[in-house]
Every structure is written in C-alpha cells, then in structure tokens.
C-alpha cells in the first residue's frame, strides 16, 4: 500500500505546479497575443480595425456591430497619452487592459458627458504631464481598446473620420 503513495504525492504536487504556472502565465500569452492581432499599426500608435465578419475576428467574438480602434502599447519609453474623441449620438467607451489582461480603467461617452478626454497611462514611478487624469499600472505593456456602437454596419463609411480623431502616442513633454 504506500508502494503508490510516493507516486501519488508527486503527482499532486506536479499538478499543483502546473496548475500554479498555467494561471500565473496565461494571461501573459493571452495579452500577446491579442496585441499581434490588434497591432496592425505598430505600438503605441492607434489602429482603426475594420468591422468583424464571420472570415475576420481579431478577437474571440467581437460584436459586429461595434467599429474597434486598439493601441497596443508599451510604457518603456515613458507614459502613454490616450486621446479619445466620442461620437455625437453613440455610444463610445475607452477600456485599458494591462498585460495580466486586467481591466484598470473605464470610461463611455455619457461618463465622459459626451466630450472629448485624456488620459495618460503610466507605470508606478513614471512622470507625468501636470494636470493629467493618470492611469497607474505595475506593467509595461498591455492594450487600450476604443468601441464605438453602430446602428447600422453601413455608417461605418460616414463616422469613420470621427473616429479617427481618437489617437494615443508616448508622452514626450512634461508640460
């Protein structure tokens, strides 16, 4: 009988590693990932995606009736300034994601009481603009999405300028 506990105590505690590793790593990949995918214009610059399809879906179901602009960024260089401009008569939201894939801020156009905002990302410790709204985050990198609510897949053509009013790019001055 104790011919299998030595076994079976090793087992567990590989699984119990295992499953340590795959919960504190996962979300790492899972980040990476979905930055490659949504990155088409590089880091720290804002990508304007077209509108999800059944043969395109950048993310795991993305609402076909929501036009998404994503920055990937990277605060290596210094904080990061998210600009986002809401469209008059529909609903906007900026969502910043840090690599862990946690949400750490959150903000719609009726938040926003329909104007545009700034907001600069920044790690624990970083400089940052005097009179900022600040976004403190304990990770380098990670992903601010922007959606905006169509009412209609066709109007994509007329809000598309708009929306790319929307911009977000590494701090470069103090003031």
Known sequence: MRNW????????????????????????????VAMERLGQGGVNIMS???????ARQPVVRPSPDLA?????????AGPLAIDVGPVAGRYTSLSIFDAATDVIFVRN????GGKPF??????????????AEVVRTGHDRGIALIRLL???PKEIGGLDAVRRQSSC??????K
């Not at 700034?118 to 009179?131: K, S, W, Y």
């Not at 790019?169 to 103090?174: D, E, S």
């Open 109 to 112: 156009d009726v938040e926003a």
């Open 48 to 54: 304007y995606g077209n509108l999800a399809t059944p």
């Open 150 to 152: 169509l009412k209609d």
């Open 169 to 174: 790019a590494t701090v470069t001055k103090l």
């Open 68 to 76: 998404y602009s994503s920055c990937p960024y990277d605060l290596a």
């Open 118 to 131: 700034r907001i600069v990302v920044a790690r624990d410790g970083q400089a940052v603009p005097a009179g």
């Open 5 to 32: 506990l030595g076994p079976f105590a090793l087992g567990l505690i590989l699984a119990a590693a295992t499953a340590w590793a795959a919960i504190a790593y996962i979300p790492y990949g899972l980040m990476n």
